[in-house]
């Protein structure tokens, strides 16, 4: 059974930083592209990183500079850090691998993430 599980959520202020993880058990993120996604209350989820097989990284430009993703395949875990976090980044945050090649998709269930002073 495939599961995804993000922790590190919380409540901070303004300005400050969080680390989420999400740690997979029943695939190994070596041969998966991993994302990270949010989902503000009334909002559409939207992406907020991504890293893929070979390497490479994106984020869209609300996050870029902010955030950083990471993995350590041995771990079989991938990171997101979150910077001189605001208001507007407060979501649930989801952990997503994909492989379009096997067809497979994984979602997690998701990490609370509130930023208020």
């Known amino acids: 059974q495939v599961q995804l599980v993000e922790s590190g959520g919380g409540l901070v202020p303004p300005g400050r930083s969080l680390r989420l993880s999400c740690a997979a058990s029943?695939?190994?993120?070596?041969?998966?592209?991993v994302g990270w996604y949010r989902q503000a209350p009334e909002k559409q989820r939207e992406w907020v990183a991504t890293?893929?097989?070979?390497?490479?990284?994106n984020y869209p430009d609300s996050v870029k500079g902010r955030f950083t993703i990471s993995r350590d395949n041995a771990k079989n875990t991938v990171y997101l850090q979150m910077n001189d976090l605001k208001p507007e980044d407060t979501a649930v945050y989801y952990c997503r691998a994909y492989n379009v090649l096997i067809g497979s998709n994984y979602w997690g269930r998701g990490t609370q993430v509130t930023v208020s002073s």
């Open positions: 029943g695939i190994s993120f070596s041969i998966y592209n």
């Open positions: 890293t893929t097989i070979p390497g490479t990284i």
